[in-house]
């Protein structure tokens, strides 16, 4: 039988990050007695349901050793097309629809800029931002979209049975994103590029079309992103996306995808996007001033990662208590 030391357990499985926020929740149940109220809790569900999306999303980017920073763009993008639809009277379905295909579309460019062209995903994927952006001035210029229909709006604010819909929605996600990384020959594919590209390529596997696949998945999940905000929101307006793009980075980060590629996963972005949003939530209930609210985020960030890095230089080092 395999044994595991307790070390193993809690901090090479990441059950440290869930400890981090179980402290968090208890310090801010102190700080302040509203943070378990029932109109704060889904608050912080809708808030991170967003942006788990986005990082559950971009996971496969990172773990093939990329990035995606197109993510803003597209959601802001995505989300105004289907405003625009909506407000022109075209049935709900198609005008997701539509939004989601545009999403794709612009999956399809960034996979074509790293896999073909070979331009690093860093630069791509910002250029890809920015044109995304662009159309979303020129379609929306100083407008706004507002007043969707009922049916559009449920699936942002409604609920599915006791579970507010958004974070039905990002469950869902999370489930078939996990079982796709961790459970299929692709998911396999994806984590042999990540940890040597040229090494996948000689042993037979598809890196071109792998790459493709996770770029495209990406902005899948950064369209039904702006769908869903827009939802929320009953709004669009071009720049809607703008404050989530390193947040949902991040998230993956925090949740242990390591930058080097290979390494982490779907339940990490999730957790990592929970965090950020307590984070965020809690400043707001401490009455924290708006200005130096990225301040503080920047600094947690940082140290969580630090954190996650150290762990994992002294792996070796550990001293080894046995369980059975």
């Known amino acids: 039988m395999k044994r595991k030391t307790i070390y193993q357990y809690f901090f090479e499985n990441g059950f440290y990050r869930i400890s981090i926020l179980l402290l968090m929740c208890f310090i801010l149940a102190i700080l302040n007695k509203n943070f378990f109220t029932v109109s704060n809790l889904m608050n912080i569900a809708r808030q991170a349901s ?55 579309f612009f999956g399809f460019i960034n996979g074509f800029l790293v896999a073909i062209i070979k331009i690093p995903a860093f630069v791509s994927t910002y250029g890809v931002r920015y044109i995304a952006n662009g159309f ?39 489930v078939v ?6 459970k299929s020959k692709f998911g396999k594919q994806v984590y042999s590029i990540g940890a040597n590209a040229k090494t996948a390529y000689y042993s037979g596997i598809p890196t071109i079309s792998t790459y493709f696949t996770v770029y ?37 980060v925090m949740g242990g995808t390591s930058m080097a590629g290979g390494e982490g996963n779907v339940a990490g972005g999730l957790l990592g996007a929970v965090i950020l949003t307590l984070i965020v939530n809690g400043m707001n209930l401490l009455n924290v001033p708006a200005l130096a609210q990225p301040l503080v985020t920047g600094i947690v960030i940082i140290s969580t990662v630090l954190l996650d890095v150290q762990i994992k230089r002294i792996e070796s080092d550990r001293p080894v208590l046995i369980i059975a």
């Open 50 to 104: 967003i942006l788990a999306i986005l990082a559950i999303g971009a996971t496969g980017t990172i773990l093939t050793k990329g990035i995606d920073l197109s993510l803003a763009g597209v959601m802001s993008l995505s989300g105004c097309i289907c405003g625009f639809f909506l407000t022109k009277g075209y049935p709900v379905p198609l005008a997701i629809s539509l939004a989601i295909l545009v999403g794709a």
């Open 136 to 174: 979303a001035l020129i379609l929306m210029g100083s407008n706004i979209f507002f007043g969707f229909p009922e049916s559009f709006q449920f699936l942002g604010v409604g609920f599915i049975g006791v579970v507010p819909a958004l974070v039905a929605w990002a469950l869902l996600v999370a």
């Open 177 to 182: 994103l996990y079982v796709v990384l961790q």
């Open 216 to 252: 495209i998945v990406s902005s899948i999940c950064a369209a039904v992103a702006g769908i869903l905000q827009a939802s929320r929101m009953n709004a669009a307006q071009a720049g809607m996306g703008d404050t989530f793009q390193m947040l949902a980075v991040a998230s993956i």
